[in-house]
Nanobody, 122 residues
Framework: VQLVESGGGLAQPGGSLRLSCAAS????????VGWFRQVSGKERERVSC????????YYADFVKGRFTISRDNAKNMVFLQMNDLQPEDTAQYYC????????????????WGQGTQVTVSS
């Protein structure tokens, strides 16, 4: 069971990045998948989540209207399209799975990737 994030990097303010979360060893479609971010010294915060049951999506207020989460079940992947990036979006981004639903926190997410760094700077 493994999750691997990719797509991070350096973006200018107002720019875009698309993060990918690829699963191996299990079917990602059967799980809710969340994207989280963490800055060193600060708590991990949930950015977005997509449910397994009906594909409902959830976003933190600080990314609403800018980020979009989606699934590609054929590829066993989940994506996070990040537009209008701002310096405060700089963080390590992680994807994680939850067996049941999308809670508004990280409790219950039990499989995590290694993370991908997003840096927004001019």
């Amino acid at each position: 069971v493994q999750l691997v994030e990719s797509g991070g990097g350096l973006a200018q303010p107002g720019g875009s990045l698309r993060l990918s979360c690829a699963a191996s060893g299990f079917t990602l479609e059967n799980f809710a998948v969340g994207w989280f971010r963490q800055v060193s010294g600060k708590e991990r915060e949930r950015v977005s989540c997509i449910s397994s049951s009906d594909g409902s999506t959830y976003y933190a207020d600080f990314v609403k209207g800018r980020f979009t989460i989606s699934r590609d079940n054929a590829k066993n992947m989940v994506f996070l399209q990040m537009n209008d990036l701002q310096p405060e979006d700089t963080a390590q981004y992680y994807c994680a799975t939850h067996n049941l639903y999308c809670p508004p926190h990280s409790i219950g997410f039990d499989s995590w990737g290694q993370g991908t760094q997003v840096t927004v700077s001019s």
